[in-house]
């Protein structure tokens, strides 16, 4: 089964749909300011979005927490949290296995939700690429992929969004490794 995730960008700030989504019966139960590193010792010319999170080890702080290790493909790297004073350390520790750092992002994301959903809203506003909405919908998870995106950017619209069937969604990681917008039907493809 393939789940399908929207990651749109929007053409309007972060207050206009914050606007949209509280008018609609949303409310932000969630906000969080997150630092994902990523590192890997692959190519990753022409992979998908997905192939590129499979292929990379990524860190994630929230909040300036310390880092935790997430996706950690290396069997002798048995940790699951870097200290925020020794991410040089780790790094230097990465690359005796041949790990580069490939990725090095930040983004403010703020989830909504309103009774009777299953899954959130999420706006995110991604630092170098812009702001997106991301969201998937496990109810949805039985269809196919064209009928799940449809779903998707169908009940989007029912919360105030005009999004058209036909817009594709944007790859952070592969905008980010392109450096050019790069786009896909699904984020998770």
Known sequence: MLI???GIKLNKDFEYYDKVLRKNGLINDFMVV?????????????????????SCIRLRSCNGDNYNIQNNLINDLNIKEVLNNKLNDF?????????????????????YHKAGMCN???????????LLVYYDNKEYYEFDSDTQRKMLIQELNSYGFNLSYEVLGLDKLRTLYYKKEMYSKNQNG
Do not use: A, C, P
Request: proline share 0%; charged share 40%.
């Open 4 to 6: 399908v995730e929207l």
């Open 34 to 54: 997150t630092h994902d590193l990523y590192y890997t010792n692959k190519d990753l010319d022409g992979l998908t979005e997905s192939e590129m999170k499979r």
């Open 91 to 111: 790094e230097k520790r990465l690359e005796t296995f041949g790990y580069k750092k490939v990725f090095d992002t930040t983004k403010k994301d703020f989830h």
């Open 120 to 130: 959130k809203i999420q706006l995110q506003q991604i630092e170098n690429i812009g």
